[in-house]
């Protein structure tokens, strides 16, 4: 009972920071104040640790139940990312079409559906939970230690170096491939080993990561005469961004296992968590409304809008797919629910 116990606790603080991390997310678009997006700037490596996390748990599953782990492993992820993703850009495109009259270039449709930044823009996130994803075996069958660190750090050290003299950025191919596997890949290995990690080694990490954060904004300061958020570095993603991203994961989960909250058990709390792909995709979709209603544009107002008509337009989706199930013999995948 005890272990069962502590698994209740353990999904319940993980709902609760996939929860906090998907409200940062759509904090960064509803046009919140400075302050406000300097603090949120931690939601994307959040996330894609608390995806690494639970993905290494996933993926120890598959090992010792299916024949072909990987393949399994990889099929399920890219069903569950690419299919909703796609079904969601086919009925926006075709949305926008019928009631706004728009049209796009033949290139801006495959850049979205290539989930990169230079199409619809917002689906760029799914890239890089793909990414993620792909790269999540790989670094579960490394075990943790200071020579993996070593190797790991060379390799993020000589990506820092092509970041700085820009090279490939001009080449979108590259710059969509290289310049995102590589940072998310340090931070995908990080969450893939926190369950693996000493409490000690947690620590190190997060107090390593702020380290970094202070020194590099305390550099920025000195050399630009002002102090300098961190988004500075996040396209593509620097080292300033990252350890602030880093840092802020590491506290938030280690405070978060300590100090287990009734309010991390709430249910509005874990539909959220248990829903956040279709929330996020359908926020996109509340968003061009909103800029199309001409509706006010003060932040708080449009965060609630937007957030509770994306979690609404969610639960219908749910219950139409209930109807489906029911009504007729055809079953709605769970990945077209979650």
Known sequence: MQVRKFDRQRISYIDFLKFIGLTGIILAHVG?????????????PLMVILSSFLGEKTFRKYERSSAHPFRDYYLSRIQRLIIPTWCFLLFYFALSYLLLGDRYGILYYIASFCLTRYGIGYVWII??????????????????????????????????????????????????????????GVVTALGCSYGR????????????????????????????????????????????????????????????????????????VKYVSSHSMWIYLWHILVLRAYAALALPEVWYLKLITVYGVSTLLTIAMNRACDVIDRKTRITVPSYMRG
């Open 127 to 184: 890239l890089i939970y793909l990414y993620s994803a792909l790269l999540l075996p790989v670094f579960y069958k490394i075990t943790p230690s200071m020579k993996s660190a070593v190797a790991i750090g060379a390799v993020y050290f000589v990506y820092e170096i092509m970041c700085r003299f820009e090279v490939g950025m001009s080449c979108r191919l590259f710059e969509t491939t290289f310049y995102y596997l590589i940072p998310y």
């Open 197 to 268: 990690m000493k409490e000690i080694t947690r620590s190190f990490v997060a107090v390593t990561a702020f380290g970094i954060f202070a020194v590099l904004g305390l550099y920025y300061w000195v050399r630009l005469d002002a102090a300098q958020p961190v988004q500075i570095a996040k396209y593509p993603p620097r080292l300033y961004y990252l350890s602030y991203g880093i840092g802020c994961s590491f506290l938030l989960l280690m405070l978060s296992e300590k100090h287990h909250l009734k309010l991390f058990e709430c249910s509005a």
């Open 32 to 44: 919140s104040p400075k302050w406000i997006m300097m603090l949120r700037s931690f939601d994307v």
